[in-house]
């Protein structure tokens, strides 16, 4: 099956690019410029500007399915005009949803994200991304997940390990939400579908609710030495950890969240141990195979 990924460039679309071509499906990544990972180089890719209707036709010739993330938020850095981000992620998505009904495409992963509702341009953005999905779906009877994602925008290591409890998620997360949603459009497992992408840290519900008294003692039963670490780094904790029931993209997509909280302490652990100096890490960095 081949499928088309737009801001194919981006973080999370590199990672998204590779876990679909693990699992075996022909990739064509598309954005403005090519991707800078060299593993890319025998991968199809295509110049497009959403915003180019012509552009966004040639990328989904020939695409049996497309993951739609190509977009711009506030939080890039240089930052954009919200006339910029408007014009990308409402008529680019307009004009990604009318490519695919000329082409026929009946397979749609729309990237969303948690930060959807009034609060911005962005988030308006997302509210109006969403609600062309549900007419595209309405119009063609196509299968469309929408896939709020949390944050996994490039940061320090360790701010990273805080951000999980907070609003954070592992870009791997991220990539293995993306292929279960593609399966399942492309199965026809789902009609319109929404779901949230976060994290899941197995907490019970006192320690969620209470982490920031709780929270190092749970850790370190589940790590030994964690508290150790968590002190020796200073990490921030929250009072209480953002946590959402995943049990409907567990059932609809086959698909829970792998990295929280205790892997990273896991992560942090090994390197510790090894005397690595995590203060200039950042993430995304999986942990080397040789650790």
């Not at 962005?122 to 007419?135: F, M, N, P, T």
């Not at 990490?235 to 829970?256: F, N, R, T, Y």
């Not at 792998?258 to 942990?287: H, M, N, Q």
């Amino acid at each position: 099956m081949k499928v088309l990924v737009t801001g194919a460039s981006g973080n999370g679309g590199q990672a998204i690019s590779r876990a679909l071509i693990q699992e075996g499906y022909t990739v064509r990544m598309a954005d403005v410029s090519p991707p800078a990972g060299t593993d890319f180089a025998d991968v199809e890719f295509v110049r497009c500007d959403s915003r180019t209707a012509g552009d966004v036709r040639r990328a989904v010739e020939g695409m049996d399915a497309v993951v739609h993330l190509a977009a711009w938020h506030c939080a890039h850095n240089p930052p954009v005009s919200d006339e910029t981000i408007f014009a990308v992620n409402v008529d680019g998505t307009f004009n990604v949803l009318e490519a695919c009904k000329q082409a026929g495409i009946q397979s749609i992963v729309y990237a969303s994200s948690m930060a959807y509702g009034w609060g911005s341009v962005y988030s308006v953005s997302k509210v109006i991304g969403e609600d062309l999905c549900r007419s595209y779906h309405e119009m063609t009877g196509a299968s469309i997940a929408m896939l709020r994602y949390h944050e996994f925008i490039p940061r320090p290591y360790l701010e990273f390990g805080s951000r999980l409890l907070r609003n954070g998620i592992d870009r791997r997360d991220v990539a293995t939400a993306t292929v279960a949603s593609v399966k399942a459009a492309l199965n026809r497992d789902i009609g319109l579908f929404c779901t949230i992408v976060h994290t899941n840290h197995g907490m019970p519900e006192e320690v969620v609710n209470n982490f920031h008294e709780l929270g190092p003692d749970w850790c370190e039963e589940q790590v030994p030495g964690a508290r150790r670490l968590i002190e020796k780094y200073a990490i921030s904790l929250p009072g209480s950890v953002e946590q959402h029931d995943l049990s409907e993209a567990e059932q609809a997509l086959g698909w829970k969240p792998a990295i929280g909280f205790i892997e990273f302490l896991r992560d942090l652990k090994i390197r510790d141990e090894r005397g690595i100096d995590v203060t200039g890490l950042w993430v995304p960095s999986e942990l080397p195979a040789d650790l």
